[in-house]
T-cell receptor, first 114, second 111 residues
Framework: KQEVTQIPAALSVPEGENLVLNCSFT??????LQWFRQDPGKGLTSLLLIQSSQREQTSGRLNASLDKSSGRSTLYIAASQPGDSATYLC?????????????FGSGTQLTVLP | NAGVTQTPKFRVLKTGQSMTLLCAQD?????MYWYRQDPGMGLRLIHY???????AKGEVPDGYNVSRLKKQNFLLGLESAAPSQTSVYFC??????????FGPGTRLLVL
């Protein structure tokens, strides 16, 4: 059974710092990996999706990398801002099956201090 | 274009009561999903649907039933609520887009 782990559970950084969030998964046979953002009391918003054949994806100040062989992904946030404060979750799609089921990590709660 | 909407936003139930959570999407997505999110845990899939009239069990289906009579709607039912079903419930939809789009969630408290 695929398991997804995100460490640390919480992270606090000063504004302007570059930071890395980590995600690891136990079964390297994934189809893709997604990073989501969740604001308090809100639903999830997709940030980046990396296909299994890709090594990284970029969107603005965000860069996500994928190393399938080691079962790891990182989300790099450049020049962090207080508005980046949220919980970040990673999720893997475990197969090319028709349902596109995702397995989620428990998230990293990020606080960017002004 | 409202995306994915969920009704109600918050509900308090007594043990043994029943209720239905409604999810609606206006993106013409084929796939819809129901998740629950508990403190310190990621989202866990309850049930999902790959098209109108179809449903299937996810990781934690016990105590829940679902129906997808219309493509745009996905209903989650609790026949006899238990305190262990206190959670935040999220609906999502996808396909043909690979990305799953989430609703704002329903907070359920079972006393």
């Amino acid at each position: 059974k695929q398991e997804v782990t995100q460490i640390p559970a919480a992270l606090s950084v000063p504004e302007g710092e570059n930071l890395v969030l980590n995600c690891s998964f136990t079964d390297s046979a994934i189809y893709n990996l997604q990073w989501f953002r969740q604001d308090p009391g809100k639903g999830l918003t997709s940030l980046l999706l990396i296909q299994s054949s890709q090594r990284e994806q970029t969107s603005g100040r965000l860069n996500a990398s994928l190393d399938k062989s080691s079962g790891r992904s990182t989300l790099y946030i450049a020049a962090s801002q207080p508005g980046d404060s949220a919980t970040y979750l990673c999720a893997v799609r475990v197969s090319s099956g028709s349902a596109r089921q995702l397995t989620f990590g428990s998230g990293t709660q990020l606080t960017v201090l002004p | 274009n409202a995306g994915v909407t969920q009704t109600p936003k918050f509900r308090v139930l007594k043990t043994g009561q029943s209720m239905t959570l409604l999810c609606a999407q206006d993106m013409n997505h084929e796939y819809m999903y129901w998740y629950r999110q508990d403190p310190g845990m990621g989202l866990r899939l309850i049930h999902y649907s790959v098209g109108e009239g179809t449903t299937a069990k996810g990781e934690v289906p016990d105590g829940y039933n679902v129906s997808r009579l219309k493509k745009q709607n996905f209903l989650l039912g609790l026949e006899s609520a238990a305190p262990s079903q206190t959670s935040v419930y999220f609906c999502a939809s996808s396909y043909p887009s690979e990305t799953q789009y989430f609703g704002p969630g329903t907070r359920l408290l079972v006393l």
